[in-house]
Nanobody, 116 residues
Framework: QVQLVESGGGLVQPGGSLRLSCAAS????????MGWYRQAPGKERVLVAT???????YYVDGVKGRFTISRDNDKNMVYLQMNSLKPEDTAVYYC??????????WGQGTQVTVSS
């Protein structure tokens, strides 16, 4: 069964932190580089961080030094620790394998709102 379940979002003040979690089915998770994506209102979904099966990570410039992606290969879980959050981080966050197209399965995402 194909499944992606994101959780951990919420409303946080600027400078705050959140930890997102993603439970993935083995068919999506196993041996794939996984990523966290986000979609801000009125914008396209974009990739923000990736983690390979052996742990190599990549971050886009806007989140480097603030976000940390990790994975638990035994539990098929992907995490995103977000610190020093900014209003521009407000978006719906999704996880999926890197390269997943809009035609593939996506979970519901988790809303992150950064506002005072």
């Amino acid at each position: 069964q194909v499944q992606l379940v994101e959780s951990g979002g919420g409303l946080v003040q600027p400078g705050g932190s959140l930890r997102l979690s993603c439970a993935a089915s083995a068919s999506i998770f196993s041996f794939n580089t996984m990523g966290w994506y986000r979609q801000a209102p009125g914008k396209e979904r974009v990739l923000v961080a990736t983690v390979a099966s052996r742990g190599f990570t990549y971050y886009v410039d806007g989140v480097k030094g603030r976000f940390t992606i990790s994975r638990d290969n035994d539990k098929n879980m992907v995490y995103l620790q977000m610190n020093s959050l900014k209003p521009e981080d407000t978006a719906v966050y999704y996880c999926n394998k890197v390269g997943a197209s809009s035609l593939e399965y996506w979970g519901q995402g988790t809303q992150v709102t950064v506002s005072s």
